[in-house]
Nanobody
Framework: QVQLVESGGGLVQAGGSLRLSCAASGSTSSVNVFGWFRQAPGKQRELVADISSSGGTAYADSVKGRFTISRDNARNAVYLQMNSLKPEDTAVYYC??????????WGQGTQVTVSS
């Protein structure tokens, strides 16, 4: 079992920055991949970025060059630095962990609202 708790969401003006954090606990040594997802009202949940245990990263085209995912294995934490935020980035952001062989685990989500 892996428990995830997100923090760092809030209200920001367009062009601003936020840093999301996800604290993991439990069987964290089994986590291979951390990911950040988001879900806007009326839309499907989508992958924003993910990072493997070796540090390899991948990003959605819509956030490339603006968002940076990172992880601190010593602190069992993963972060999402979001710069140059746009109103279309408004969504609930979720942290997800893939732990082998147990499967996927989700956090409760944190709201990000970008005003124009």
């Amino acid at each position: 079992q892996v428990q995830l708790v997100e923090s760092g969401g809030g209200l920001v003006q367009a062009g601003g920055s936020l840093r999301l954090s996800c604290a993991a606990s439990g069987s964290t040594s089994s986590v291979n991949v951390f990911g950040w997802f988001r879900q806007a009202p009326g839309k499907q949940r989508e992958l924003v970025a993910d990072i493997s245990s070796s540090g390899g990263t991948a990003y959605a085209d819509s956030v490339k060059g603006r968002f940076t995912i990172s992880r601190d294995n010593a602190r069992n934490a993963v972060y999402l630095q979001m710069n140059s935020l746009k109103p279309e980035d408004t969504a609930v952001y979720y942290c997800r962990a893939y732990a082998s062989p147990y499967g996927h685990y989700w956090g409760q989500g944190t709201q990000v609202t970008v005003s124009s």
